[in-house]
Structure formats: structure tokens, C-alpha cells
């Protein structure tokens, strides 16, 4: 029996062409850029003790009894996050 093999394994990886180039069409707008220095402004602690936080209060409503709250705040905790990881990519990739 023959195993099946990822022929991308094998290849050469020098062979891989470079990234293009960005062109000028691929700006972004100015509310873009002064969103993304706001952004830039807050420190990512805040998303992930947010998120953390909205799931322990989720936690805490699920507990006293209240389903329907606790769903709604769990809510909360993926979108904080999200935004945590979009303000580190701002930070770290910077303004064009």
C-alpha cells in the first residue's frame, strides 16, 4: 500500500515566487488610517482582560440562573478578542 504524499512537501521552497507588490489602488482610505491610529492608541490588555472578563461573567449569570444573560454577554468574548488581534496587527503592521 502506497502513501499518499503532499507533492507541495517536496518542493522547493526557494522556488516560491515573492509577494506582490502593493500598488497605490490597494490604499486605504483616511478613515481607515485615523481608525487604525485610534486603534493603535489602546493597549491590547484591554481586549484580552475584556474578553476574560466577559467570560467569567457569563460564567457567574449561567450560574444564577439566568441562561439567557449569560448567552448574551458570552457573546461579548470572541468579539473583544478579535478586536484585540486586529489592534496588534495595527500596532505591529503600522499605518501605510
Known sequence: ????????????????????VRR???VESSLTRLLEQQAAKVPSDVFLFGGLGAMVA????????RPRASRFVGMW????????????????????
Open 1 to 20: 500500500m502506497e502513501l499518499e504524499v503532499n507533492p507541495a512537501a517536496q518542493a522547493d521552497v526557494r522556488a516560491v515566487a515573492p509577494a506582490p
Open 24 to 26: 497605490n489602488d490597494h
Open 58 to 65: 457569563s460564567l457567574g449569570l449561567e450560574l444564577a440562573g
Open 77 to 96: 468574548a470572541p468579539t473583544l478578542l478579535i478586536m484585540g488581534v486586529y489592534n496588534k496587527i495595527v500596532k505591529l503592521g503600522g499605518p501605510r
